[in-house]
């Protein structure tokens, strides 16, 4: 990409001309990746896809979350009271009695509870005492993704 993005809303600075970032295109389609640059943002992997019609903002390194979608020049989604994506190591997961997960959570879309589904607490069925913190929704939408790969296919003219 090439200098400073930004979109629509105007706190969001996402990816800059000192960011590593690529961008595939072919008819309406577009695939761009670079990373968030201020903040507890700094260093957060995004993938755009847009078709023509829907953009979809996707975070590798937040568990392939999908952060945000624009219709149009329409914003679809939530108003998160968590302005902007943070960083999982600055998510602690146990704070606030294991309600830490919602001190990172802004996406529109993201994945949760792959082993637990409830409030936070001890796990009675587990004996270790390292083991049995139970945290909400777990850890999952705090582990970046090891293996992104964008490609355009010439032969069926899709990406």
């Given at each position: 990409?090439?200098?400073?993005?930004?979109?629509?809303?105007?706190?969001?600075?996402?990816?800059?001309?000192?960011?590593?970032?690529?961008?595939?295109?072919?008819?309406?389609?577009?695939?761009?990746?670079?990373?968030?640059?201020?903040?507890?943002?700094?260093?957060?992997?995004?993938?755009?896809?847009?078709?023509?019609?829907?953009?979809?903002?996707?975070l590798?390194?937040?568990?392939?979350?999908?952060?945000?979608?624009?219709?149009g020049?329409?914003?679809?989604?939530?108003?998160s009271?968590?302005?902007?994506?943070?960083?999982?190591?600055?998510?602690n997961?146990?704070?606030?009695?294991g309600?830490?997960?919602?001190d990172?959570?802004?996406e529109?879309?993201?994945?949760?509870?792959?082993?637990?589904?409830?409030?936070?607490?001890?796990?009675?069925?587990?004996?270790?005492?390292?083991?049995?913190?139970?945290?909400?929704?777990?850890?999952?939408?705090n582990?970046?993704?090891?293996?992104?790969a964008?490609?355009?296919?010439a032969?069926d003219?899709?990406?």
């Open positions: 990409m090439n200098g400073t993005y930004s979109p629509t809303l105007a706190h969001e600075k996402v990816l800059d001309a000192s960011t590593v970032s690529d961008r595939l295109s072919r008819r309406d389609w577009s695939i761009r990746r670079g990373r968030l640059t201020e903040g507890l943002s700094t260093g957060i992997e995004v993938v755009e896809l847009c078709n023509g019609a829907l953009t979809v903002s996707v590798p390194s937040r568990g392939m979350g999908i952060w945000k979608a624009l219709l020049d329409i914003p679809v989604g939530w108003a009271p968590v302005r902007q994506p943070v960083h999982p190591a600055y998510v997961l146990q704070s606030r009695n309600l830490g997960w919602l990172g959570f802004n529109l879309v993201c994945r949760c509870g792959l082993a637990f589904n409830g409030p936070p607490g001890t796990d009675a069925e587990n004996p270790s005492p390292i083991e049995n913190a139970i945290t909400l929704h777990g850890k999952i939408a582990i970046p993704a090891h293996s992104v964008m490609q355009v296919c032969e003219d899709a990406i």
